[in-house]
């Protein structure tokens, strides 16, 4: 799989945004807690027509591989498997408790798939993986991601933070409903923003559910 030019050239500090001033570091209790960067590199198959952007990834005591969505009781490759196999366990070792992680990236990338997380360094204010209990130090220049992919259509967000943190990136004044989508324009370009319900399971809709509303998004790629 070819790196796109983003992860080669353009992004040489991954995720400091063109306008960060006010994330900067500042002598406050928080400063207490660590600050932990990003664990992935950007995935931007070639020929990425859409990009799902979470918040960022949980503390890797709760991996169960080395990728995007890792927790084992995650749900977003069930909702893949759902919807573009008719099978949640399409992309799961329930015998291990982890993924299909070759066929994932495979799959994604046959797809034009590419996946990162709408910040780039955060501290954790408490021990868990909620989006509530994150502060981003450093958003990702997801501008910058944009202008990298030529052939890209639309942009979904997987989160309330991660919705809010792109709708002010590129001034977004609606927020669309879960399940739906806004246009937008960006340097001549008209892109969709499309909203989905988190795949995580503290989100209180059942997979199939999820898998219906994302498979809405997904028929777009047929």
């Given at each position: ?16 945004a063109e306008n960060n001033s006010k994330f900067k570091i500042q002598n406050s209790k928080f400063n207490m807690c660590s600050i932990e960067r990003h664990p ?183």
């Amino acid at each position: 799989m070819k790196e796109s030019k983003f992860q080669n050239e353009q992004f040489k500090i991954a995720g400091v945004a063109e306008n960060n001033s006010k994330f900067k570091i500042q002598n406050s209790k928080f400063n207490m807690c660590s600050i932990e960067r990003h664990p992935f590199k950007p995935f931007l198959p070639e020929g990425c027509r859409l990009l799902m952007l979470g918040s960022f990834p949980p503390a890797e005591k709760r991996w169960s591989m080395h990728f995007y969505y890792p927790n084992f009781t995650n749900d977003m490759w069930r909702i893949f498997g759902l919807c573009f196999f008719a099978d949640k366990l399409h992309f799961v070792d329930v015998e291990h408790k982890t993924f299909h992680l070759d066929e994932i990236i495979e799959f994604l990338t046959a797809k034009g798939i590419g996946m990162y997380d709408t910040a780039t360094a955060v501290r954790r204010l408490k021990n868990t993986a909620a989006d509530k209990d994150l502060e981003v130090v450093e958003p990702t220049d997801l501008k910058a991601m944009v202008r990298s992919l030529p052939c890209l259509e639309a942009i979904v967000t997987t989160g309330q933070k991660a919705t809010d943190v792109l709708r002010e990136c590129f001034d977004i004044k609606d927020e669309p409903r879960v399940g739906e989508y806004v246009e937008f324009e960006f340097e001549g370009r008209m892109l969709r923003l499309w909203r989905m319900p988190s795949s995580s399971r503290a989100y209180p809709l059942k997979v199939e559910k999820k898998a219906e509303l994302y498979g809405r998004l997904f028929a777009t790629l047929q």
